[in-house]
């Protein structure tokens, strides 16, 4: 459980599903991160309960500590494929603009470089996919390597430990 000023990160659970599916249905919303049928937002929510339990982090629906209301998604999501920790934002469209994206990622970045004293912290980003690369590049994230993600082209941003040797 993580808060910061504005927001409550808490891990995502298959309770979740419905809030999940209503996220991903906008088209604004899943234009580079796709969207849900309810199987898959439950294999996904399942998976995510994983990764929980067996790594100790996972992705976390993000809720306003002034409403209470579930306004989008953060945290970590390990990938197996590319052997990397990644950083994840996805917001409701009527929350953009207010620097939640970048509130929650800077609290999983803390968190993920502390408590978890991960070495590496990746976003995969779509080229064309301009507010999220906005995003990575307030919070300090530099491009690395050109990838594939889910069948699409990506850009892997990443950002290392802060006390990482610059030259390794
Ligand atoms: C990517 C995404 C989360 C970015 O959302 P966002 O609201 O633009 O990003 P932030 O939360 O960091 O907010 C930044 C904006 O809020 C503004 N802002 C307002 N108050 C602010 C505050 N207190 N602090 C910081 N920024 C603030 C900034 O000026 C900036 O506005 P601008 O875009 O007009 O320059 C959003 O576009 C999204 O959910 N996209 C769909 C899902 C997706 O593609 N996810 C990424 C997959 S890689």
Redesign the pocket.
């Known amino acids: 459980m993580i808060t910061t000023e504005r927001l409550r990160l808490r891990p995502a659970t298959t309770a979740d599903v419905d809030f999940w599916i209503e996220l991903h249905a906008d088209p604004e919303?899943n234009?580079?991160?796709g969207a849900y049928t309810r199987d898959r937002a439950e294999a996904r929510l399942r998976d995510i309960e994983d990764s929980w339990a067996a790594r100790g982090y996972g992705l976390c629906v993000v809720e306003s500590l002034a409403t209470g209301e579930a306004i989008?998604r953060s945290g970590l999501n390990w990938w197996d494929q590319f052997g990397e920790t990644e950083v994840?934002?996805?917001?409701a469209r009527g929350h953009?603009?207010?620097?939640?994206?970048?509130?929650a990622a800077r609290a999983v970045l803390d968190w993920g470089f502390g408590d978890l004293e991960l070495k590496r912290i990746t976003?995969?980003?779509?080229a064309e996919?301009h507010?999220?690369i906005?995003?990575a590049e307030?919070l300090g994230f530099t491009p690395r390597r050109e990838d594939e993600i889910l069948g699409k082209p990506c850009t892997v941003w990443a950002l290392d430990h802060p006390d990482s040797d610059p030259r390794a």
């Open positions: 919303v234009q580079f991160v989008g994840g934002w996805t917001f953009w603009g207010n620097g939640y994206a970048t509130e976003a995969m980003i779509h996919n507010a999220s906005a995003v307030r």
